[in-house]
């Protein structure tokens, strides 16, 4: 997208409306504000986006907005093994590789846990950081989360990635390139030893740890494959 559509890399001092900014809420740190700024005046912005920025850098008059989903187990299970190849590149001390599945999805500290306890709903629903306390606030996130997905103008899925990504570049009014590389950055050796300590295969009580994990998510995923398939429709 950032090719078709002519993008640089903004200026530190001097973002446009010719520029892009990927925004990674879970490592902007202490650069952002800054980070925020630049968005606000780029023409495209991609990344890990929380409601809570999305609504400090958007305006809905002017600005399209779409998000990819994935189901959550796919993406919870994808998010352990990435882990193995995401060493010493935390902002806390983890040591994936020591750990089973279960173990990575407890781990006992918010900063990890925002990333494997229902983390779409987190997303969609509030913003970074945020901690849901009861049941009552995870169904009010989710609420939200739900409430967000009607209002964005594009929602895709990564199971159905091949027959939604040329009608997210139609809406875009953009030729879909003749060749789209994919690339799974996590090498073949840390897929393989993190399928091997998957105890979610074999031990029911990593099973639950799961479940709980992505409990909320799922309902705002079978909500987005309903959305999705209403889109078509229109479309």
Request: charged fraction near 35%; include cysteine; aromatic fraction near 12%.
């Amino acid at each position: 997208l950032v090719s078709e559509l002519g993008l640089k890399r903004p200026r530190w001092y001097r973002p446009s409306r010719s520029s892009w900014v990927s925004l990674h809420e879970h490592l902007v740190g202490s650069g952002r504000a800054r980070r925020i700024e630049k968005a606000r005046k780029a023409r495209f912005v991609d990344g890990h986006l929380y409601l809570g920025t999305y609504e400090e850098i958007a305006d809905p008059t002017r600005d399209f907005l779409f998000t990819f989903l994935r189901d959550p187990t796919v993406r919870l299970k994808s998010s352990f093994r990435f882990a193995r190849s995401w060493m010493h590149k935390w902002n806390y001390e983890i040591d994936p590789h020591k750990m089973k599945f279960s173990d990575f999805m407890e781990f006992p500290l918010p900063a990890h846990q925002i990333h494997v306890d229902n983390m779409m709903t987190r997303m969609l629903g509030g913003a970074y950081g945020d901690e849901p306390a009861s049941d009552a606030e995870w169904k009010d996130f989710l609420k939200r989360a739900c409430e967000t997905l009607d209002r964005i103008d594009f929602v895709g899925l990564t199971e159905t990635y091949d027959e939604d990504l040329p009608v997210l570049y139609e809406r875009m009014g953009l030729d879909l390139p003749i060749e789209l590389p994919k690339t799974n950055e996590t090498p073949e050796e840390h897929r393989k030893s993190a399928q091997a300590d998957d105890d979610t295969q074999y031990d029911e009580r990593a099973r639950q740890v799961l479940e709980k994990c992505i409990c909320y998510d799922q309902v705002l995923f079978e909500y987005a494959k309903n959305l999705v398939s209403r889109q078509k429709t229109r479309n």
